[in-house]
């Protein structure tokens, strides 16, 4: 399984995703251009001591993401989603795709594969969740339905 942070903007967000990632063993590709400096104190503070832990690839575009891993299966988390995530049955091989806090994916990669498109249920008035707690929340869920492999 696989965790791709599309232009992530928020240095501590893309650090604790990489501890969760670290913690769950799952890849994390970060698709560039990143809105941070790969150096930033704020992504190294917040991935704690668990950089060792995680397999971290950086992409120069979604393009070159996409050709390098063309036997995955895309899951597009947005606002804009048609199912919830839980209605949803993963995959080992999936890549679990995520936006930018503040602009979310963007219309060309919605439309790549709509029926993939998935979301996570809220009140309405709510304009979305934390990037980190959202991977978090759909990340696990994709392990519980394979009984978290390889974790204790």
């Known amino acids: 399984m696989h965790i791709v942070l599309y232009e992530p903007e928020i240095p501590q967000n893309t650090g604790n995703i990489a ?3 670290a913690a769950a ?7 560039e251009p990143l809105g941070f ?3 930033d104190q ?7 001591d668990y950089w060792e832990l995680v397999n971290i690839k950086r992409h120069l575009n979604f393009e070159t993401y996409r050709s390098l891993y063309p036997e995955q299966r895309l899951l597009y988390a947005s606002t804009k989603g048609r199912r919830f995530y839980s209605e ?3 995959a080992a091989n999936d890549s679990l795709v995520f936006g930018p806090e503040t ?3 963007p219309p060309e990669i919605l439309s790549l594969n709509p029926e993939h498109n998935i979301k996570i249920p809220m009140y309405q008035e709510a304009r979305s969740l934390n990037l980190a707690n959202s991977v978090g929340i759909i990340l696990y869920e994709a392990l519980r339905q394979q009984s978290f492999p390889g974790l204790t």
């Open 37 to 39: 400096f790969w150096d």
């Open 42 to 48: 704020r992504l190294k503070r917040a991935g704690l």
């Open 19 to 21: 501890r969760l990632c």
């Open 88 to 90: 949803v049955n993963f």
């Open 25 to 31: 063993q799952v890849g994390l590709h970060l698709i």
């Open 103 to 105: 602009r979310g994916l």
